[in-house]
């Protein structure tokens, strides 16, 4: 059976029946609905009115309360009605107020044992008083007022007067305003505001609650046709009546003809879309099989993504193989400077380039995928040789390194290559995929564009650098490093002008660690910071004791790209008592060529200090006579990979005598390090060198042989019976 004719069948067996089958039910029931829904309607109408009318109740108490608090809590009121109250002012307030009828149309005070001070009603003096006026229901407000007088303490209600018209009524204490007014003592005034419902006041309730018909019954006994009005005696004293009418009936016949209608159209429509559903269908299919396609493949290159080489992965680790399954992961070399120069557009153009490439290559080979932003990886068919794979890699590369044009641009990037063999049961395809990420990394550190194989020894590296990384942090917390100091002479009077720190680590298992290996450790791991600023901590209180020597301490590049070094260095000197003079700073080219902006700030603080500034290692870099210029040096020091040989070897002589003669024209200070013979001294020193230090004249020693060469005079010879 056809594709078409197996989704003809289930559409209509599994749509098309299931619908008409549901239209017809839905049309009798409709049909049943109509008749229901007029009864309801009637029964939702009559229960919606008597809520509004018991809205239009409690907002009409509602604004009278708030238009009692506006009066009652006054600072003007509560002067004005206390003792002997002011005619004038209540007139005005609160005669003039009833005479519009607009908030009130009758205003009673009661005094504070509840007599009648005034009483007011429609515009003139009221013939009875408040309580004869209102009567039990009103004395019940008052009651419950008792003990708890506040201001905005009114409470409202319903109730008749004496003429037996409804009238809301609201009570309560008179306040000032203003907290710091003084207030009554004992019971306040109370103030007695009402307003009558009558027809004006009954037509605007039933205006803005939509009540059609709304009047006033007097008649407590029919209540059971609108909405019973309760005194504050829970009395019946009357009721809201409407206008009674079938509403469901009139929607009943209003929607009807057109429900019927709208049942007619539904059903042609049902049958229209079961049409275009059943065309659909097809199209739907093909959208399924699309988006599998899209969610298993790179958008920007058409190539598998990293969901499917993994899905294919996991297949192959798991079926047996000879020879062994093969993964080859690619990196492209510089994708990142091509970016930031040509915009991503362009990047993404050469991504597509190279896929285009690699998948040309590795057609016959295994799936390749793009598994990253610049990365791609390939799953070898079976059959596939180690050697064959390396074979890949090579031409990989190769590919890669002719440059490449795209709109007249001419780009030149290249690929790094790793390959991970699955040699082993039971390894996963994460960690196929991850070793192959691995070598590739091993690649780039060799240099890039190359093909590099995952073996053991790459992790157990990684392993013992953590493993280092972690007991260094243990060491640092513990205090179990140490500082050993090596002295640097005066050229021409060969006196102890300066020692250098140099930081040490002694092991408790493996013994001393080179610095260099536990440096490079402590800037992968971020702790660099933290080593730095015990070194110069230590460094410096050590220094303290030597008051005729300099200390020199080299800093790392990860410290000089701390924004607040200077100001923690500056802390340092204060808490240790070391003059800045004292103190010598060593930098390396790196610090200049990586951050040149942040290293000029640096040493412009460190100058502002009082810290001299020293470039440690010069000849081993860039050596570039720009940098010496642009940054306000101290001091220069040579390398030892520049001294050595000096006596026996012209061409490193005139090296050495030229880059001595070099910082002599910037007004630098120079330093020779590393030196190892006597005869090499004498050559330096003839160049005009300020300063030497070497094993020729002494080894790196504790700070307590510092003091005792010191103490000793501070001669070349008798440092060199210290080592450290």
């Not at 708030?66 to 004005?80: L, P, Q, R, S, T």
């Not at 006597?678 to 003091?707: H, N, T, V, W």
């Not at 010191?710 to 001669?715: K, N, S, W």
């Amino acid at each position: 059976m056809s594709l078409l004719q197996r989704s003809t069948f289930r559409f209509a067996l599994r749509v098309a029946l299931p619908v008409l089958l549901v239209l017809a039910a839905s049309i009798a029931f409709m049909i049943f609905s109509l008749a229901e829904m007029a009864g309801e309607v009637d029964r939702i109408d009559g229960v919606a009115k008597e809520r509004s009318a018991g809205a239009a109740v409690d907002a009409y108490l509602k604004r009278l309360r708030e238009i009692h608090g506006d009066y009652a809590v006054w600072d003007d009121g509560a002067v004005k009605l206390a003792g002997e109250i002011d005619k004038s002012f209540a007139e005005s307030n609160f005669k003039e107020g009833t005479r519009s009828g607009v908030f009130f149309d009758a205003a009673y005070l009661l005094d504070e044992n509840g007599e009648n001070v005034f009483a007011f009603r429609r515009g003139g003096v009221a013939s009875r008083g408040a309580l004869e006026e209102f009567g039990s229901p009103l004395q019940a407000m008052i009651l419950s007022l008792a003990g708890r007088h506040a201001p905005f303490d009114s409470k409202v209600g319903m109730m008749k007067d004496r003429s037996g018209s409804i009238a809301a009524v609201a009570v309560g204490s008179i306040f000032p305003a203003t907290e710091s007014k003084p207030r009554p003592v004992g019971q306040p005034r109370l103030l007695v505001l009402a307003h009558v419902l009558d027809e004006f006041t009954i037509r605007k309730m039933g205006e803005d609650f939509v009540i059609e018909g709304m009047s006033l019954s007097l008649d407590p006994e029919i209540g059971h046709r609108g909405t019973v009005l309760l005194d504050p005696g829970n009395n019946s004293i009357g009721a809201l009546t409407w206008a009674q009418g079938s509403r469901g009936g009139e929607a009943y016949s209003r929607v009807a003809p057109m429900a019927y209608l709208t049942l007619t159209a539904i059903g042609l429509t049902v049958l229209f879309l079961l049409g275009i559903g059943y065309f659909n269908l097809v199209a739907v299919r093909r959208r399924e099989r699309q988006a599998v396609h899209d969610a298993n493949h790179d958008g920007l290159t058409g190539l598998p993504n990293r969901v499917a080489l993994i899905r294919t992965l996991e297949v192959a680790v798991r079926r047996p193989r000879a020879p062994p399954l093969t993964v080859l992961f690619l990196d492209l070399d510089r994708f990142k400077e091509v970016n930031d120069s040509y915009g991503h557009q362009i990047g993404d153009r050469l991504l597509q380039r190279v896929a285009l490439g690699f998948g040309a290559i590795c057609s016959r080979w295994g799936q390749l995928a793009r598994v990253g932003g610049d990365e791609f990886a390939l799953v070898l068919n079976s059959g596939a040789s180690v050697s064959a794979a390396e074979d890949l890699g090579n031409r990989l590369v190769n590919y890669l390194n002719g440059p490449i044009v795209i709109d007249d641009r001419v780009i030149s990037i290249g690929t790094s290559v790793g390959i991970a063999v699955a040699d082993e049961k039971g390894i996963t395809a994460d960690e196929l995929l991850r070793r192959a990420d691995v070598a590739m990394y091993q690649a780039k550190e060799l240099g890039r564009s190359r093909v590099a194989f995952y073996d053991w020894s790459i992790d157990a590296e990684k392993t013992d650098r953590k493993r280092l990384a972690n007991e260094l942090r243990e060491a640092l917390e513990a205090d179990a490093l140490h500082l050993v100091y090596q002295p640097i002479f005066e050229a021409q009077t060969m006196r102890l002008a300066q020692v250098e720190a140099l930081l040490r680590w002694t092991h408790a298992s493996q013994g001393p660690i080179p610095p260099d290996l536990f440096i490079s450790i402590a800037e992968e791991s971020g702790l660099m910071d933290a080593v730095g600023d015990w070194v110069l901590r230590h460094a410096c209180r050590d220094a303290v004791q030597w008051p005729t020597v300099r200390l020199a301490i080299n800093v790392s590049p990860v410290q000089f790209r701390n924004p607040g070094f200077d100001r923690a260095l500056a802390g340092i000197l204060r808490d240790s008592g070391l003059p800045a003079s004292r103190l010598e700073i060593e930098m390396t080219e790196t610090n200049m060529v990586t951050f040149p902006e942040r290293a000029q700030n640096i040493v412009a603080s460190l100058r502002a200090l009082g810290v001299s500034v020293a470039l440690d290692d010069f000849g081993t870099g860039y050596s570039s006579i720009g940098y010496l210029r642009r940054f306000s040096f101290d001091k220069l020091k040579i390398d030892r990979s520049l001294v050595h040989g000096v006596s026996v070897d012209p061409e490193t002589r005139r090296l050495c005598e030229a880059t001595i003669a070099l910082g002599l024209a910037l007004d630098l200070e120079v330093t020779a390090e590393g030196i190892e013979f006597e005869a090499d001294a004498e050559i330096l020193r003839q160049a005009g060198c300020s300063y030497l230090q070497g094993f020729a004249f002494a080894r790196p020693m504790s700070a307590a042989a510092i003091k005792e060469l010191l103490a000793a005079g501070a001669t070349p010879a008798g440092a060199s019976l210290h080592e450290a």
